[in-house]
Structures are given as structure tokens and as C-alpha cells.
């Protein structure tokens, strides 16, 4: 085996982002849906809409993790500007200082590429309807991201993004949630709604918009809902589809119901049903096919959005492969017996904080992430996710292209591998160690 200094696990669908997901799917998919709806477009417009900026967060690999890959370890500062493209919309790019080049949603590069959009012709192309959708994603994006980015070690300081500082930064939700700024999050649906309106103008549709203030309560009850189980329901009053998988996506508490076997969402064209269940929704992980920006990248960064290579040694595999097996199929009172042959000298206790996170994010309900901190005889195993050997796998959101179950690439004298859970889509796991697999620090990281 060669020797590992530094091993990275990334956990994140999102959308997830390293640089995606502020705003989580409940506002990026189910919101933009219903405002859509509501602007007068029919069911099979509305989601040609809503999916694109939903998959603009979603998926392995997609930009949110581009940004660690390319940026942070290739250290490759092109990610950084598809990364402003898409998710920070400061006025200046990079490189600068974050203080130099803060997110503003009254900078006019922030409605640019939803402007850009709207006078194209043929607004009844899907394809154009698709991009119209990408582009809300960064106009809504600059609301939730408005702020100072915060610096991570293992990134350049004068490219990197992350949820803004007085957010918490990359160790917090709180830029996620609408509940935690109704005001905010009510000015960017105002402001998605009369984007929306703009862009439907030159269209005949059969329905007539309504007038927003006919919308500002049903929007501030949204913009409220603090759980899954109150986005769901306000889905669910208003007719919008999916409503169990687009609050499954969220950091939310559960606040009632778990949400762990509700399925996920189905982001393929066409109208999603108020009832059925999708069996198998590979677009929403994978993002087939063809999923890339409607913007302008470099071809090498192209590539590795559509097709991640995976070229570690056999050994390096193996080892990846060993302890994401141990981690995800062990009982959560026995990770550390589980995980010592993969962490070199250090003996670790069940109230260690390496293995505090690593169980915390095997938790059911994301939204309460202080319960892993209980005492092991505390520990309850129904509220975890505890795969066996033959299905560990599929706990695991494949890499996009090569399905494989993690990224993993020999670099230099590292190993370096991102995988991503499927029950905690909106985090990166950075765990760091020595070459005799002693793990140095780990950082639970919410870069979007």
C-alpha cells in the first residue's frame, strides 16, 4: 500500500455544494415549480423550469463539487469562475481577497444570465426554458449567499466561495434555510416571480399570471416552514408534485415523520405525477444525460463535470473501498472497532470527535445533528443509517460517468477520494491524516 497523507471524504447532492446548494431544493425545485405555475406556465413548462435549477446543485460530479476537486486540491482557479457563474454572483470575480468580491443581489452581474436569457427568442424551446432555469438558480443563489465568503485551509483565499461568514460560513445551514430570513427568502421569490412574468411576455399561454400580492401569504407560509414535515405539507396544499422527495433535500428537521425512505426526485423532462412514486430516478444523482451549463468552460473542466476519471492504484481502491464499507455497514456504538484498521495508531473512544461526526452523518434526520453527540449507551441505532455488505453501495451516490461508488485519485503521494452519502447531501466530510493513517483533523464542511 502507498503510504496516504491525506485522505478527503466528500459528502454532499446536491446539491450539495461545495459551491452550490445555499437554498436547498425546497426553493430551488418546489418553489420555482409552484411560482411557475402560477406565473401561467403549464405542469410540462414549470418543470422544464424548475428541474434545471434544481440540477444546477445536484449531482457527482457537478460544480458545488468541482470547487474542492479542482480548486482546493488541483488547485486549478478556473472552477472558481464557473463556480461565480453559477452560484456566487459577485460583480467582481476572482482573483481578489472574499471582502473584495462580495455576493449582491443588486449587482447587475447577478440577474446577468437571467436577462441574457430572456431576450433570446423562442421562449417555448425546452432547451431555452432549461437555461431560463439555471440561470434563477444563481439569481436566487445571490440572496442566500449575499455576504462575505469565509477561507478553509486547503483552498486559495483569493478563490474560494462558501456560504457567507455571517452565516456561520462553512460549518453552517443557516444560509440553507428560508425560515431562518423570511424576509430574504420573500424578496427572492418576488424577484423569481417577476423574472418569470418577464419571460413568459412575449409567450401565448392559456392561463393568465395572478398578481403577486395574491401570492405573498401562501410565500411567507413557505418561507416559514422550518421542517420537512411543513414543506411537505405546504407542497401538498398546493398542489405541487414530490412533495415527500423535494423536503427529503433539504437540512431540515424531519419534525414528525422520517424521511429517510421517501423516494428522490425525479428531475427527467416531462410532467412529474401528484401520486406516483418513481421506482428509479438516475438523472437526479447522475445527471444524464447531458447536464452542463449554459455558460462558456474550459474543456478539461468540461470533461470532468461529464465524465470523472477515477485513476488510483488497485491498493488505493481497496482501501477507499474498505473504509467507506466499515464506516456505512458497522452498528453506530461500534464504529471505532470498525474503523481501527483504517486509522493507523490512534485509538479512538465512541465519544471521540472523529467518530462523533463520522456517526453524525450517518443520521436519518439531518436536522438534528446534536443527537450523535449522545453517550454510546445512549445511542438509539434506529436513528441511523446501518447498510450490510452486499448493499453498502448503494448508500452512496455513484460518480457520475464511471459509477463508481466514490472518487478516488492517486495524487503525487496522497490518495484523495470524494464520496458522497445519500442521507446527508448537503455536506463534505474532510477528513485529514498521516502517512501511518493517523488521522490528523476532520472538518464537516458546508462550502455551498
Same mark, same amino acid.
Given at each position: 500500500?502507498?503510504?496516504?497523507?491525506?485522505?478527503?471524504?466528500?459528502?454532499?447532492?446536491?446539491?450539495?455544494?461545495?459551491?452550490?446548494?445555499?437554498?436547498? !431544493?425546497?426553493?430551488?425545485?418546489?418553489?420555482?415549480y409552484?411560482?411557475?405555475?402560477?406565473?401561467?406556465f403549464?405542469?410540462?413548462?414549470?418543470?422544464e423550469?424548475?428541474?434545471?435549477?434544481?440540477?444546477t446543485d445536484?449531482?457527482? &460530479?457537478?460544480a458545488?463539487?468541482?470547487?474542492?476537486?479542482?480548486?482546493?486540491?488541483?488547485?486549478?482557479t478556473r472552477?472558481?469562475?464557473?463556480?461565480?457563474? $453559477?452560484?456566487?454572483?459577485?460583480?467582481?470575480?476572482?482573483p481578489?481577497?472574499?471582502?473584495?468580491?462580495?455576493?449582491?443581489s443588486?449587482?447587475?452581474?447577478?440577474?446577468?444570465?437571467?436577462?441574457?436569457?430572456?431576450?433570446?427568442?423562442?421562449?417555448?424551446?425546452?432547451?431555452?426554458?432549461?437555461?431560463?432555469?439555471?440561470?434563477?438558480?444563481?439569481?436566487?443563489? !445571490?440572496? @442566500?449567499h449575499?455576504?462575505?465568503s469565509?477561507?478553509f485551509?486547503l483552498?486559495?483565499?483569493?478563490?474560494?466561495?462558501?456560504?457567507?461568514?455571517?452565516?456561520?460560513?462553512?460549518?453552517?445551514?443557516?444560509?440553507?434555510?428560508?425560515?431562518?430570513?423570511?424576509?430574504?427568502?420573500?424578496?427572492?421569490?418576488?424577484?423569481?416571480?417577476?423574472?418569470? $412574468?418577464r419571460?413568459?411576455?412575449?409567450?401565448?399561454?392559456?392561463?393568465?399570471?395572478?398578481?403577486?400580492?395574491?401570492?405573498?401569504?401562501?410565500?411567507?407560509?413557505?418561507?416559514?416552514?422550518?421542517?420537512?414535515?411543513?414543506?411537505?405539507?405546504?407542497?401538498?396544499?398546493?398542489?405541487?408534485?414530490?412533495?415527500?422527495?423535494?423536503?427529503?433535500?433539504? @437540512?431540515?428537521?424531519?419534525?414528525?415523520?422520517?424521511?429517510?425512505?421517501a423516494?428522490?426526485?425525479?428531475?427527467r423532462?416531462? /410532467?412529474?405525477?401528484?401520486?406516483a412514486?418513481?421506482?428509479?430516478?438516475?438523472?437526479?444523482?447522475?445527471?444524464?444525460?447531458?447536464?452542463?451549463?449554459?455558460?462558456?468552460?474550459d474543456?478539461? $473542466?468540461?470533461?470532468?463535470?461529464?465524465?470523472?476519471q477515477?485513476?488510483?492504484?488497485?491498493?488505493?481502491?481497496?482501501?477507499?473501498?474498505?473504509?467507506?464499507k466499515?464506516?456505512?455497514?458497522?452498528?453506530?456504538?461500534?464504529?471505532?472497532?470498525a474503523?481501527?484498521?483504517?486509522?493507523?495508531?490512534r485509538v479512538? !473512544?465512541?465519544?471521540?470527535?472523529?467518530?462523533?461526526? $463520522?456517526r453524525?452523518?450517518?443520521?436519518?434526520?439531518q436536522?438534528?445533528?446534536?443527537?450523535?453527540?449522545?453517550? @454510546?449507551?445512549?445511542?438509539?441505532?434506529?436513528?441511523?443509517?446501518?447498510?450490510?455488505g452486499?448493499?453498502?453501495?448503494?448508500g452512496?451516490?455513484p /460518480?457520475?460517468g464511471s459509477?463508481?461508488?466514490?472518487? /478516488?485519485?492517486?495524487?503525487?503521494?496522497?490518495?484523495l477520494?470524494?464520496?458522497?452519502?445519500?442521507?446527508?447531501?448537503?455536506?463534505? &466530510?474532510?477528513?485529514?491524516t498521516?502517512?501511518?493513517?493517523?488521522?490528523?483533523a476532520? @472538518?464537516s464542511?458546508?462550502f455551498?
Amino acid at each position: 500500500m502507498k503510504p496516504i497523507k491525506l485522505i478527503v471524504f466528500g459528502l454532499a447532492l446536491a446539491a450539495a455544494s461545495f459551491c452550490a446548494h445555499a437554498y436547498e !431544493s425546497d426553493l430551488h425545485y418546489g418553489l420555482t415549480y409552484w411560482l411557475a405555475t402560477q406565473a401561467g406556465f403549464d405542469p410540462l413548462q414549470s418543470q422544464e423550469i424548475a428541474r434545471q435549477n434544481e440540477l444546477t446543485d445536484t449531482g457527482m &460530479l457537478d460544480a458545488k463539487h468541482a470547487i474542492i476537486w479542482d480548486l482546493c486540491i488541483l488547485q486549478d482557479t478556473r472552477a472558481s469562475l464557473l463556480t461565480r457563474a $453559477l452560484h456566487f454572483r459577485a460583480k467582481r470575480e476572482p482573483p481578489a481577497s472574499p471582502a473584495e468580491r462580495p455576493v449582491n443581489s443588486t449587482a447587475r452581474y447577478a440577474m446577468g444570465q437571467s436577462n441574457s436569457m430572456i431576450v433570446e427568442p423562442h421562449h417555448e424551446d425546452p432547451d431555452l426554458q432549461s437555461k431560463f432555469g439555471q440561470a434563477l438558480h444563481g439569481w436566487q443563489d !445571490s440572496f @442566500s449567499h449575499a455576504g462575505v465568503s469565509n477561507t478553509f485551509f486547503l483552498c486559495p483565499d483569493n478563490w474560494i466561495w462558501s456560504h457567507p461568514v455571517d452565516k456561520g460560513s462553512v460549518f453552517s445551514h443557516a444560509a440553507d434555510q428560508t425560515w431562518m430570513d423570511v424576509k430574504k427568502c420573500t424578496m427572492a421569490a418576488s424577484s423569481t416571480y417577476d423574472l418569470l $412574468l418577464r419571460y413568459r411576455a412575449p409567450l401565448t399561454l392559456g392561463t393568465q399570471p395572478k398578481d403577486w400580492k395574491d401570492l405573498v401569504a401562501p410565500v411567507d407560509a413557505f418561507c416559514r416552514a422550518s421542517t420537512k414535515v411543513q414543506k411537505a405539507d405546504w407542497f401538498k396544499a398546493e398542489r405541487v408534485p414530490q412533495a415527500e422527495a423535494i423536503a427529503k433535500n433539504t @437540512s431540515l428537521d424531519d419534525g414528525g415523520h422520517s424521511f429517510f425512505k421517501a423516494p428522490r426526485i425525479d428531475l427527467r423532462r416531462g /410532467v412529474p405525477s401528484l401520486n406516483a412514486v418513481p421506482a428509479n430516478v438516475p438523472e437526479y444523482e447522475q445527471q444524464e444525460p447531458g447536464w452542463l451549463p449554459a455558460i462558456e468552460m474550459d474543456e478539461k $473542466l468540461q470533461a470532468l463535470l461529464m465524465n470523472p476519471q477515477t485513476n488510483a492504484s488497485p491498493q488505493a481502491q481497496a482501501y477507499a473501498r474498505g473504509f467507506l464499507k466499515a464506516w456505512l455497514t458497522a452498528p453506530p456504538d461500534q464504529l471505532p472497532e470498525a474503523l481501527a484498521p483504517f486509522l493507523g495508531k490512534r485509538v479512538l !473512544s465512541q465519544d471521540d470527535e472523529l467518530i462523533t461526526r $463520522l456517526r453524525r452523518l450517518r443520521l436519518k434526520d439531518q436536522g438534528h445533528p446534536e443527537a450523535a453527540n449522545a453517550k @454510546s449507551g445512549r445511542i438509539n441505532p434506529d436513528d441511523y443509517v446501518t447498510l450490510n455488505g452486499d448493499n453498502w453501495t448503494t448508500g452512496l451516490i455513484p /460518480v457520475r460517468g464511471s459509477k463508481a461508488e466514490a472518487l /478516488v485519485t492517486d495524487w503525487g503521494h496522497e490518495i484523495l477520494v470524494i464520496a458522497i452519502l445519500r442521507n446527508a447531501p448537503n455536506e463534505v &466530510l474532510m477528513v485529514v491524516t498521516t502517512q501511518d493513517f493517523e488521522p490528523k483533523a476532520i @472538518s464537516s464542511l458546508i462550502f455551498h
